[in-house]
């Protein structure tokens, strides 16, 4: 089965590092010189609905050479103990280890927390490798 091989390799985390970007490549992005190619808002997802949606996003957007994205995660709920959750949202934990993933680390070169006007730390900025043609 597809979806359970893309989850499972979504779940192998090849990377803690978030990647390396040429200066004034991350310089240009930070500047906002080089824009948004998409975003994807995963407000109001499950856990398992925004892993599909986040590897669906990447492939795509790798495919079309979209290369600077936004993922919006948002920071999460604070909440007690008597409700069973604590701290920061889940989504903004599973995100880099996703994008680290088996399934997704030959796409993405880099990512980060958002400028504070495009999220700040409730969502990412990634930007994808340059497509292989057989031809280069």
Request: charged share 30%; with cysteine; proline share 1%.
């Amino acid at each position: 089965n597809q979806t359970t091989e893309t989850s499972a390799d979504l779940e192998t985390v090849l990377s803690r590092e978030w990647g390396t970007l040429e200066k004034n490549t991350r310089k240009k992005i930070l500047k906002n010189q080089i824009k948004i190619s998409k975003k994807l808002d995963l407000h109001g997802m499950a856990v398992e609905e925004s892993k599909i949606e986040v590897f669906k996003f990447i492939t795509n957007n790798f495919e079309k050479q979209n290369r600077l994205l936004l993922i919006i995660c948002g920071k999460g709920k604070r909440l007690d103990v008597t409700h069973g959750w604590q701290g920061t949202g889940i989504l903004n934990k599973k995100i880099p280890d996703w994008l680290n993933s088996k399934a997704l680390y030959e796409k993405v070169l880099w990512f980060d927390y958002a400028r504070p006007d495009q999220g700040g730390k409730g969502a990412y900025i990634v930007y994808l490798k340059k497509l292989k043609n057989e031809f280069s």
